[in-house]
């Protein structure tokens, strides 16, 4: 039977030198402020926004939510974007996903100062991402890398393969598990024989949201598996894996909740202090 990957311990460790690096740094005058633009209703991002308050307050972490309405004209957004990216007391700023139809959200992000850029979704920092060169890493990705990492696994010669190919998470984790040295396969809805692929992963990530989807008899004897779905299924949280048919198969395995989830809001604070330092020269 596969151990756990615990990523909600992982996050209270790291939650706690957060915490202390938080503390120095107002020592020195220096104080991180994430701005947070969240257009709309949508339920799942008030959720997500009231996390990362949540969060942020915890760590000593100044965080201010930008609410608008769900009729906002895209021009306003990038006027309070501008402004944002103005002010030096901003050092990370993010729009919420997803934003209502009036708003084009490429060209949203792309006002976002890459600098400012917590979620790395500007184009600038998806290229130095690419590149192998960035400053900012998602949020996510970076919690899975390190998640790995705190477990001593490591990805050379491995074959990853990962199951969605969203830009938030499933492009930007290929790229930081190339850094790695994994070779990656990234599969998507129109993968023919997904099943034959992920049958042949040493690593198995899956970020699809779709319940529990990803069965034992999709997954190599001996595989890590990771399960970024968070999906509510008859009144309780369950994964994009079938946690406890595939458990008894993997070495390895991130239940849900208790797994990828915390890392991320944790990993998202650890991006806003990355980006201050950056910004007050102490990188
Ligand atoms: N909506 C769901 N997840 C995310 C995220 O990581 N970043 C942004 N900007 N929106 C999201």
Redesign the pocket.
């Known amino acids: 039977m596969g151990e756990i990957l615990d990523g909600k311990k992982l996050a209270s460790e790291l939650g706690e030198s957060l915490s202390s690096e938080v503390a120095s740094l107002k020592l020195h005058g220096v104080n991180p402020k994430l701005c947070v633009i969240n257009i709309g209703d949508d339920p ?2 008030k959720v ?1 926004v009231a996390s990362k308050k949540r969060k942020a307050d915890r760590l000593g972490i100044k965080q201010v939510v930008y609410q608008l309405p769900a009729d906002e004209t895209e021009e306003d957004v990038l006027e309070l974007i501008d402004s944002l990216n103005a002010d030096p007391e901003v050092t990370s700023l ?5 934003v209502p139809p009036q708003i084009n959200a490429d060209r949203v992000i792309e006002r976002i100062d890459p600098e400012k850029d917590v ?1 790395c ?1 500007t184009p600038a920092n998806i290229g130095r991402l690419w590149e192998g060169k960035h400053f900012v890493e ?3 990705a970076a919690g899975i890398i390190a998640l790995l990492d705190h477990y001593q696994i490591d990805l050379t010669g491995k074959n990853a393969v990962i199951v969605g190919r969203s830009n ?1 998470v499933g492009k930007p984790l290929a790229a930081l598990m190339l850094e790695r040295n994994a070779s990656v396969s990234i599969l998507h809805s129109h993968t023919r024989n997904l099943a034959e692929l992920t049958k042949r992963a040493d690593v198995l990530v899956c970020a699809v949201g779709k319940a529990e989807m990803i069965k034992a008899d999709m997954v190599k004897e001996g595989a890590v598996v990771i399960d970024v779905g968070i999906n509510r299924q008859a009144g309780r949280l369950v994964g994009d894996v079938d946690f406890a048919a595939v458990r008894e198969k993997a070495a390895w395995i991130t239940p849900v909740p208790g797994g990828v989830g915390p890392l ?1 809001v944790e990993f998202l604070m650890e991006e806003v202090i990355k980006l201050t330092r950056r910004q007050h020269g102490l990188d």
């Open positions: 799942a991002s997500y993010m729009v919420q996903l997803p979620d979704l998602p949020a996510t938030i991320t």
